[in-house]
């Protein structure tokens, strides 16, 4: 059996989105979620262990949506003068230029984990929404924080593709630098993080639920504990999905399709969690296949 992490990011940021994470979990596809701790139905998430104890709660940390936990005065290089998180571009822009101060993310990011510690006590794992702490300079923040906390399980961002083909000479030379990247990086991050070996990733020229895409790009990699992320939500109606909203939907019925649960049994895919990441005897050793 090949065992495959299938995480759902997003817990907590509307009901339509916690509803479809809840049917992907009932129907045994989505065995990870993430909570975002400053959107409107974090509530939600407050009974998600006792309902789902199979599965890995994490917190999905949020410092470029929305708006901050702390108090907009505390952490004044994080927020635009409304008092709301500078967008992903902004973020990455300011940060690099050094207009946003550590303390500032570390100050949020505490006060986010407090919340999540509250709400659903102890993360199994830890990422960021939109993949904000992909920056070598406030990545160590993240670490920081999720050491300081004991969190000692993360997202990974080496590639497995479903869709790389006909792509252009441009396309194929920056794939290969940042693929190279990631693989060096992360060698590094694992000495402190346990990780899937990589992550199921995408030209978005073709959506994870075409046909068999998906199902055949793991297979034809071969190794355990690959991770495919999904954002599903049962309508494509929320002011946070951006360009994403139909694909949410199609994630939804993939996720809480029966059909895809017993296809992929079928071929001898079980779905697993970060627990079991930590539990294997593989932790240690597979990465260095990645």
């Known amino acids: 059996m090949q065992k495959l992490i299938v995480t759902a990011d997003d817990y907590g940021m509307c009901d339509v989105v916690d509803k479809a994470i809840d049917a992907g979990i009932a129907n045994g596809i989505i065995t990870t979620t993430n909570v975002m701790l400053n959107m409107e139905t974090l509530h939600n998430a407050a009974d998600l262990r006792e309902r789902y104890p199979h599965i890995s709660v994490g917190i999905h940390w949020n410092v ?91 997202r990974t961002f080496q590639r497995v593709y479903f869709d790389k083909f006909g792509l252009s000479i441009k396309t194929e030379a920056r794939e290969f630098l940042v693929k190279n990247f990631f693989q060096l990086w992360f060698q590094k991050i694992r000495k402190t993080f346990v990780m899937p070996t990589a992550r199921i990733v995408s030209f978005d020229r073709l959506s994870k639920t075409e046909g068999d895409v998906l199902l055949k790009a793991i297979k034809k990699d071969g190794r355990d504990f690959i991770e495919v992320v999904f954002h599903p939500a049962t309508i494509a109606d929320s002011p946070y999905f951006g360009n994403i909203s139909t694909e949410r939907v199609k994630e939804y019925q993939f996720v809480s399709s029966q059909l895809v649960y017993q296809k992929y049994k079928e071929n001898d895919i079980e779905f697993v969690t970060y627990k079991d990441i930590s539990m294997s005897n593989c932790a240690k050793k597979c990465w260095g296949k990645a």
């Not at 470029?64 to 927020?79: A, F, W, Y």
């Not at 967008?87 to 300011?94: A, L, M, N, R, S």
């Not at 070598?136 to 924080?145: A, I, M, N």
């Open 64 to 154: 470029t949506t929305g708006k901050p936990i702390s108090k907009p005065e505390q952490i004044p290089t994080l927020v635009d003068d409304k008092g709301m998180f500078w967008p992903i571009d902004v973020f990455k822009k300011k940060y690099s230029k050094g207009k946003i101060s550590p303390a500032d993310l570390e100050k949020e990011l505490e006060a986010q984990y407090a919340l999540f510690e509250k709400s659903c006590g102890k993360a199994d794992y830890w990422n960021t929404h939109e993949n904000s702490s992909l920056h070598t300079k406030s990545f160590k923040v993240f670490e920081k924080v999720a050491k300081k906390h004991n969190i000692m399980a993360t």
